[in-house]
């Protein structure tokens, strides 16, 4: 059981807490697939908590290496990337759109999945393993997955309607790689 704390392990204590969370992202999009909405939701915020934990385990016990940034940037990408992108198209686009807008709402989905994996690869180019700066600059990808959140919820409530979807996606999407400063929890 060493290697769940040696560092060099890919299988140490943190990584086995991002794989929980590249599990509990995989098992939403299947939600997604069968209209299992709300059970996606569930395991999008299980994900969020494991990558939580992830990030500090590896710090309390000095497991950070460069597998488990990649790991977790993977897991970030399809947590808190793919699956909200895919809930609401499946959840309100798909329903509440057509034509035109229907295409618009594909450009901006795609644009929005661009954007994470933009910012994820420039994180991890711009990060070492270990280090933790004071602020994030754009939103990270974890709080854009809470924006976009709230957005499906706004929708889901009809507080939003489709076409704003769109806009506060795109916002989002631009958010992630602006230059805006986020404080690091």
Request: glycine fraction near 8%; hydrophobic fraction near 55%.
């Amino acid at each position: 059981m060493n290697f769940l704390f040696t560092p060099s392990s890919h299988f140490n204590l943190a990584n086995l807490f991002t794989m929980v969370n590249i599990t509990a992202g995989l098992a939403a999009i299947y939600c997604i697939t069968q209209n299992n909405f709300f059970l996606a939701v569930i395991l999008a915020w299980v994900g969020g908590a494991f990558d939580i934990f992830d990030g500090k385990i590896a710090r309390k016990y000095r497991l950070s290496n460069e597998f488990g940034v990649q790991l977790d940037s993977f897991a970030d990408f399809l947590s808190f990337v793919l699956v909200p992108v895919f809930l609401i198209f499946q959840a309100v686009y798909i329903v509440y759109l057509e034509g035109l807008w229907l295409i618009l709402a594909s450009a901006i989905s795609i644009y929005y999945v661009i954007s994470g994996l933009r910012r994820l690869i420039h994180f991890n180019i711009n990060t070492d393993a270990g280090e933790v700066d004071k602020y994030f600059t754009g939103v990270p990808t974890p709080l854009g997955a809470i924006l976009l959140w709230l957005v499906y919820l706004g929708a889901a409530y009809a507080l939003i309607p489709a076409p704003l979807v769109i806009v506060l996606m795109g916002t989002v999407g631009w958010l992630l790689n602006s230059k805006v400063n986020v404080p690091h929890p």
